[in-house]
């Protein structure tokens, strides 16, 4: 391998990890609400589209920077999944039907709704939001002189990469610190233990359903610098989310940080080595040999090695 | 008289084109008999057998390709598609149940609907034998007038009517409904559940071939967006289902001239015409709130919302 090809490897690795960061963020929005609801949210990538779209308009109206936009669209976000659970997802719960997935079907209406008013109000167009630091790049030379090889670093990415970071780290700190993340892993582990043990599950679910939202919305405003913005984007990364749960083990965070940088190391691999229009394909690869051969996800073959025989 | 139904119904219907309909109306019959037979076969596999797939598309797409690469590539007529397809299909549908029937209730629904996705990117990129984006045209119609493609999808759908409905009231279908109320039970009883739930699948996957087939032929022009369509095709399967009635004979029947109807009615209204999705979300949302089972499934409980309507 000549040094140019190792570059162009490593080039590749370096931006799959700093994509598979971001959805590992989006993941971990999806993992937490299926650990606690026992639900898969379909709606989770339309809920992302709608946090870009709150950054969008901030950004195109208020010439609000995206980064800081997540200070606002988080909160609405939360606000939105409040109400989504509380008024659509709580009662169907109840409900007795013959299919048992109606929850899911339910998710995708809603999805459905939301990507469909997207377009109504801001039509189909691909729109952006052209930050003056979206072209910017920095060099591994920059920093370290003799470096034998040069990578190039996109700014933008660099900076949503670290975001991700902090919010996983502020999510860890909130689930394994506080008395309301002890309770919402309460709740995650058995509902009726919890319930003896004087949790408010209800209230627990409600929450757990916004916090998801706020996250992925989070993630919409990480994204936005540095990705096109379409109504119908949102089904993509349902998908993209799924795939890391299923990759990484249900309902685990660890897992979700682990499956999203592999599967964003993946993809970048394959639509370096592969032509674009195949990334698609090799997420999917993915998922189907996780399915295959590690049925229990990621999450299960680090629990076998701690408590094998 | 009651095992005469479907057949009166079935020849009223064959009689309709004797009216003399414009071929506007043609047109939405036939979709309105190509969306029942869709919503048969997806409810052979959801509604019965309780594996909700949300990758119907998948085996629409792959019988619609089937008949145009048969045409495309070899030169033979597309109607040999049909034929064709129940061999591919089924092959498709045994190699996708392998890798998603290891999966269960939701995490199947979700397999299934990147299994749809899958195939919809690969079709776009393996030019060569789809032509990707750029789609596959029949260039010469069978027929200009819509009366023998109309007489096609009902013969088509009378078939699927009967099938499904031998299925259910034999051994096969008390096997399905077993799985569907408890899986782990109808495995403890002996009943090999990965073997009939993929009979269900493979079955509800020809079909929904079948109607991919006649798709190609009657419409002409399929592209990868079109027939490996997520929301206009899978969740309109389901939809058509979920709002005529889970787990009955007639449900998907009556779900589909509801559906249709519905969507070519908000194509109507000016300025409203983009938003068709959000009322299927809509609807979609409400059915599910109100009448869990579907119009069908849930009759009596619709008579009695209407009851207390009248009475307040």
């Known amino acids: ?309 | 008289m009651k095992n005469a139904l479907p057949l009166v119904i079935a020849g009223l219907l064959a009689l309709l084109p004797l009216l003399g309909l414009g071929s506007y109306w043609m047109h939405i019959l036939i979709l309105v008999i190509m969306w029942s037979v869709i919503g048969m076969a997806w409810n052979l596999l959801g509604g019965y057998c309780g594996q909700v797939s949300f990758g119907h598309a998948a085996f629409f797409g792959v019988g619609a390709y089937t008949a145009g690469i048969l045409y495309n590539k070899f030169g033979m007529s597309a109607w040999w598609g049909l034929p064709v397809s129940i061999v591919v299909v089924a092959l498709f549908a045994l190699v996708i149940g392998y890798i998603c029937l290891r999966l269960k209730g939701p995490f199947f629904a979700l397999g299934t609907l990147a299994m749809g996705v899958i195939l919809r990117v690969t079709a776009e990129n393996l030019t060569g034998i789809t032509e990707g984006d750029l789609g596959i045209m029949i260039r010469e119609r069978t027929w200009i007038e819509k009366t023998w493609y109309f007489y096609i999808i009902l013969i088509l759908a009378a078939l699927t009517f009967f099938l499904v409905k031998k299925v259910i009231e034999s051994k096969l279908g008390y096997y399905f409904v077993a799985i569907r109320e408890d899986q782990d039970a109808a495995e403890s009883l002996g009943i090999n559940t990965t073997l009939y739930k993929t009979i269900a699948l493979s079955l509800s996957a020809v079909i929904t071939g079948l109607a991919g087939a006649f798709y190609t032929n009657y419409m002409g022009y399929i592209d990868p967006k079109i027939v490996f369509a997520l929301h206009d095709i899978s969740i309109v399967a389901i939809m058509v289902v979920m709002v005529g009635g889970v787990a009955t004979f007639w449900g998907p029947f009556v779900g589909a001239v509801i559906m249709v109807f519905l969507a070519e009615v908000i194509r109507t209204i000016p300025k409203l015409g983009a938003a068709h999705h959000t009322f299927f979300g809509i609807l979609l949302i409400v059915i599910i709130i109100f009448l869990p089972n579907g119009i069908t499934g849930d009759i009596q409980k619709l008579k009695k919302l209407l009851r207390m309507g009248k009475a307040s």
């Open chain 1, 1 to 309: 391998m000549t040094s140019s090809q190792l570059e162009v490897l490593l080039q590749t690795v370096i931006s799959g990890l700093l994509l598979g960061g971001l959805y590992a963020l989006i993941g971990i929005g999806m993992t937490l609400i299926m650990g606690v609801m026992k639900i898969i949210n379909l709606a989770h990538g339309e809920l992302m589209m709608v946090g870009m779209y709150i950054a969008y308009v901030l950004f195109s109206w208020f010439h609000i920077d995206p980064y800081l936009s997540i200070l606002i669209a988080a909160p609405a976000l939360f606000v939105l999944g409040i109400l989504l659970q509380k008024f659509l997802i709580n009662p169907v719960m109840k409900v007795d039907a013959i299919i048992p997935e109606n929850q899911v079907i339910l998710t995708v209406g809603i999805g459905m709704v939301l990507a469909n008013l997207a377009t109504i109000t801001f039509s189909s167009d691909y729109k952006t939001t052209p930050v003056d630091y979206a072209t910017k790049a920095w060099y591994l030379s920059d920093i370290w002189k003799a470096s034998p090889i040069e990578l190039s670093l996109s700014l933008p990415w660099s900076v949503s990469f670290c975001f991700a970071l902090m919010i996983t780290a502020a999510l860890w700190f909130f689930l394994s610190r506080t008395d309301m993340g002890k309770s919402i892993r309460a709740t995650a582990q058995d509902k009726d233990a919890a319930l003896l043990m004087g949790v408010n599950v209800e209230k627990m679910r409600v929450i757990t359903f916004g916090l998801g939202s706020a996250i992925v919305g989070a993630a919409g405003c990480l994204f936005i610098p540095i990705y096109y913005l379409y109504p119908d984007l949102g089904g993509q990364f349902t998908l993209i989310a799924f795939v890391i749960t299923i990759l990484g083990g249900l309902g685990s965070t660890v897992g979700a940080i682990v499956g999203g940088l592999i599967l964003g190391v993946f993809e970048s691999l394959t639509s370096t080595y592969a032509g674009m229009g195949w990334a698609p394909v090799g997420r999917f690869m993915i998922f189907i040999a996780a399915l295959i051969f590690v049925p229990g996800g990621i999450i299960s073959l680090f629990k076998k090695r701690k408590f094998g025989k």
